[in-house]
């Protein structure tokens, strides 16, 4: 059985904070993927699993079977999905990447700033206020569901109708959710649209 | 064959929908992380309607496993989930129930023993009930572990002991990853009705009365202890059994242990759990720089599939035996001494090496395998030596 290696192989690093939804948007981009007959992965990093604290996710998707369990230690795509973690934990956020590796930024500050902070003068950078979405769409500083329409925007390794269904399955599932599907549909599809990528 | 759809489900999510699949009769728990979202999930199914289990909050894990003993005497087909020091609190109980040849399930999603306390993997747990005389399986993802549970309950009824079913706290439990569910009357099909009269002795008998638990004498106690040693070494062909009806109905084939390019291996890894996924690709690495490297994965760990390791290792130069636990006892961990011991069995004389990794969650890389292997090539060329026979992999000294 061949494995997942190489070019075929997308690894993805999220990092947010917790409460924000980071370990759920990243197994819903698994799930979207293994919807789409793909083998799909996300493994949480546990930390003292607290509201507020960082969390980091490891996302792979292939279309081969995945053996490995390690975390992603060189990310083709990272993440950031609160916009703090930019100035506290830049280290642990830049670890393993290189000037290829596409940063994706839930921020409202402009490209530069993010590019300066960062310190990647020439990174693929991609921008989306997924917070301000949030806020608008159902009142809360959830943004991964805007956070997932920015990802397959940017990245196209899953489509936006793959996501409308993971998303659509997993809040119907559940008593708690089910009243904000249509607010977390509308923040998927305008985290797709709002979305663009910095100079 | 079963129908069978692949969706995306966590190491608790596919356990527990194997949970609801088989609708067993009694569930006794006490909840410890990473086992108590397994549970949740599973008592929202109860809750719901989906299944017919009786579940029953108890005060422990002591009382969770004499809880599952008495209703799986009684004739119920019995499932419960621990973890960690979980284990360790119901151990007692763990001899009980196979001194008394107690059919039932105990899901071990692996955990850390404290001190100092961690919730996260390693396989100091399991490594507690090893000589408890369960049968123990190790799962490698979410996907093993779905079906190890399924054949774990017409293992444990086939032999007529008590089996652990192994999966990796956090790394399989809280990680999601495609899985093929078979369809429920499959599954159902497979494992057959809980009739209480499908174990030879039910409590509830009441037609043919007997004592479960009884004292036994220095005159006797040996005899007991010797009928149980001698049925479990019947559990290998039971198990071999049961992996081939279940092929029949998935399509997976299952063996006591899984060999990756082991047929020209010189340096052989061997390790159990979420892990053998990383080796394996340590191994295709290393393959790519050409060295003659293999690994193997214990999926049956009790009783420890001697033959087919030492056939697997007929040829090798070297082993490294890599070890979730610490044994503490200048030897070294207890997978290595069991692979050590299963050598005996085989006219080749390898030389074996030892490294503990992945305490209390520790991340394991490609590269920190990939290291192992080389620290085994030097010593079996001479060309580096050792203070003895186990090392650390990961630690900052």
């Known amino acids: 059985m061949s494995t997942a290696t190489g070019k075929d192989l997308r690894e993805i690093r999220w990092h947010g904070r917790g409460g924000q939804g980071t370990v759920t948007a990243a197994k819903m981009l698994a799930s979207a993927a293994i919807i789409r007959g793909k083998h799909g992965q996300a493994m949480p990093e546990f930390g003292l699993e607290r509201s507020g604290t960082p969390v980091k996710v490891s996302t792979r998707i292939s279309d081969h079977i995945i053996n490995t369990r390690a975390p992603v230690d060189h990310p083709e795509i990272v993440i950031i999905t609160d916009p703090s973690l930019m100035f506290t934990i830049k280290d642990i956020i830049k670890a393993g990447t290189d000037e290829n590796t596409v940063f994706i930024v839930n921020t409202n500050f402009p490209p530069d700033k993010v590019r300066k902070i960062l310190d990647i003068p020439d990174n693929e950078l991609w921008i989306i206020d997924a917070s301000k979405i949030a806020l608008e769409e159902f009142g809360r500083n959830i943004p991964n569901t805007a956070m997932l329409g920015a990802v397959a925007k940017a990245t196209g390794i899953v489509d936006l109708d793959a996501l409308k269904q993971e998303i659509t399955e997993a809040f119907e599932a559940s008593s708690k959710l089910r009243a904000l599907l249509p607010q977390n549909l509308k923040a998927l599809e305008r985290g797709y649209e709002e979305v663009y990528k910095a100079d | 064959m079963a129908q069978t759809k692949v969706i995306a489900l966590t190491g608790n999510q596919a356990a527990a929908e194997a949970m609801r699949q088989i609708n067993f009769d009694v569930a006794a728990v006490y909840p410890i992380s990473p086992q108590t979202e397994l549970m949740g ?296 001494k069991d692979v050590s011991t299963a050598l005996l069995a085989t006219d080749n004389n390898p030389f074996v090496h030892n490294f503990i990794y992945g305490l209390g969650g520790r991340e394991i890389h490609e590269e920190e395998f990939m290291r192992a292997f080389d620290r085994l090539e030097r010593l079996e060329k001479g060309i580096e030596t050792r203070e003895n026979f186990v090392e650390y992999l990961q630690v900052r000294e």
């Open chain 2, 41 to 336: 999930f599973f008592a929202e199914y109860v809750a719901n309607g989906e299944v017919d289990t009786e579940m029953v909050a108890v005060d422990g894990e002591h009382s969770a496993m004499a809880t599952c003993i008495g209703a799986a005497a009684a004739g119920a087909r019995t499932i419960t989930a621990s973890a960690g020091p979980g284990i360790a609190y119901m151990l007692e109980n763990l001899y009980i129930a196979s001194g008394m040849r107690i059919p039932l399930v105990l899901l071990d999603v692996n955990r850390a023993l404290s001190a100092p306390l961690s919730i996260h993997c390693d396989h100091g747990d399991s490594m507690l009930t090893r000589d408890t005389g369960w049968i123990s399986i190790f799962s490698e993802n979410a996907q093993e572990a779905y079906h190890n549970i399924i054949m774990s309950v017409k293992i444990s009824e086939k032999a007529m002991f008590p089996i652990i079913v192994n999966y990796d706290g956090y790394i399989v439990s809280h990680s999601i990853e495609d899985v093929e569910i078979l369809d429920d009357e499959s599954v159902r099909d497979f494992v057959g009705p809980s009739d209480i009269n499908r174990i030879p002795y039910p409590l509830l008998n009441t037609e043919k009365p007997v004592t479960y638990g009884a004292t036994a004498q220095p005159d006797y106690y040996t005899e007991c202890k010797y009928q149980q040693h001698v049925d479990f070494l019947k559990v290998y062909d039971i198990v071999r059994e049961v992996f081939d009806e279940f092929a029949q109905i998935s399509g997976k084939r299952y063996d006591l242990i899984e060999e990756y390019k082991t047929e020209d291996a010189e340096y052989i890894g061997i390790s159990m759990g979420s892990s053998f996924g990383t080796l394996k690709d340590a191994v295709d690495r290393l393959r790519d720089q050409g060295k003659k490297v293999g690994a193997i994965k214990i999926r049956l760990y009790r009783p420890f599939p001697v033959k087919e390791v030492a056939q697997a290792l007929s040829r090798a130069k070297g082993v490294v035996v890599l070890d979730r636990a610490d044994s503490f006892d200048g030897i070294g961990g207890p997978l290595f």
